[in-house]
């Protein structure tokens, strides 16, 4: 389902290299900070494109990357770079359970110091209803948190498929149930008919011997 995993791992890891002008101290030339600036341009614009979220917080859990298909708002995105996420739904719906729950499933992915899915549902019970999984990916360097990778997939289609499969299975069920029931009544009722069948036979061989 992650297909793109590996793929941002390795532009994350890429983009994390500092962004510092070059200077004396650290010997870096104008050519090579150029041409990192341009490649980091083009991984963002590469994490732009994915088609599923992607989300990379920082130890402290704050934004640290968005991509579009996670906040498709550029103000929003902008706006939510260096912010957690209790931030984000403060401005966004100070209500929502998802403040706390987003931030208890990061924390659960690094207790774990590794991956952690979950399946969120939105607008329950409406024709616009909508379901998630999410990967929380935690990367560490030694026992120190770097970052964590929050992968989000909209399974929507496939939810919906497994309602519907489920649904013909049940109706299915009560078919063959109801089946099974008619064969029984069946052949109980025949069964007596049968038996007169079988004795007025028996008694015309008698009759002809």
């Known amino acids: 389902m992650f297909t793109h995993a590996a793929l941002t791992l390795t532009i994350i890891n890429f983009m994390s290299r ?21 490649e980091n ?13 992607l989300v990379v917080l920082d130890a402290d859990l704050r934004f640290m990357i968005i991509n579009k ?9 902008t706006w939510m770079i260096g912010k957690t996420n209790s931030d984000f739904w403060q401005r966004r719906n100070p209500s929502s359970p998802l403040s706390s729950k987003r931030k208890e499933d990061c924390e659960e992915a690094i207790g774990r110091k590794g ?18 999984v999410r ?25 919906k498929s497994e309602v519907r499969l489920l649904t013909q299975n049940a109706e299915l069920e009560k078919v063959n ?16 008919p049968l038996l007169s069948i079988t004795g007025l036979l028996g008694l015309i061989e008698l009759s002809e011997t």
Do not use: C, W
Request: aromatic share 10%; charged share 30%; glycine share 2%.
């Open 18 to 38: 500092q962004e510092q002008p070059p200077d004396a101290a650290n010997f870096v030339s104008r050519e090579e900070y150029n041409r990192v600036l341009q």
């Open 41 to 53: 341009a083009l991984m963002r614009s590469v994490i732009d494109r994915l088609p599923s979220e």
């Open 69 to 77: 298909a996670a906040i498709k708002d550029d103000e929003m995105r």
């Open 115 to 132: 991956d952690y899915s979950v399946e969120e549902t939105f607008h329950e019970g409406t024709a616009s209803e909508k379901h998630y």
């Open 135 to 159: 990967l929380h990916r935690p990367e560490f360097s030694g026992e120190d948190l770097k970052y964590i990778l929050v992968y989000g997939q909209d399974i929507t289609v496939l939810k």
């Open 177 to 192: 149930h109801e089946l099974d029931q008619f064969v029984y009544s069946a052949s109980h009722n025949l069964r007596a």
